[in-house]
């Protein structure tokens, strides 16, 4: 939460009703969740929100994490979980381009996906897991 309040960034939460379960391990979705979170404070735009989205889709549980971002980005869309990669070519953030490619390695190892998508001024990072019950 110090963190978006730094970043002068607005969290928006949807989730469904009902508890989703998925298997998966508590330590690593948080790191997941917690370098998404990181990303989304780091290239925000200033006064903006970022939308959080928990659903269920089938036998799926989707997480998607979207954003306006400020800075302009120098790469595509699927280098961005490449290990040493940044968007921002200048280097004025902190960070060293291993918190997407992190965050990726860890979906997939708990039997999940993350998926990265970026269009005009718009960030999204969606997590898809099985449901378990």
Not at 81 to 86: A, H, K, N
Request: proline residues 2%; hydrophobic residues 40%.
């Amino acid at each position: 939460a110090y963190k978006l309040e730094q970043a002068e960034i607005l969290p928006r939460v949807e989730m469904p009703e009902e508890d989703i379960y998925i298997m998966g391990d508590g330590k690593w979705l948080w790191r997941t969740l917690s370098n998404l979170m990181s990303n989304a404070c780091k290239y925000a735009e200033k006064g903006t929100d970022v939308k959080l989205t928990l659903k269920k889709s089938g036998k799926k549980a989707v997480m998607t994490i979207e954003n306006s971002f400020s800075a302009q980005l120098n790469v595509d869309s699927d280098e961005l979980t490449e290990r040493f990669v940044r968007g921002d070519g200048s280097r004025h953030t902190e960070g060293n381009g291993l918190g997407l490619s992190i965050a990726k390695s860890l979906a997939e190892l708990q039997g999940g996906s993350l998926d990265i998508s970026v269009k005009e001024d718009k960030f999204s990072a969606i997590m898809i897991f099985d449901i378990i019950k």
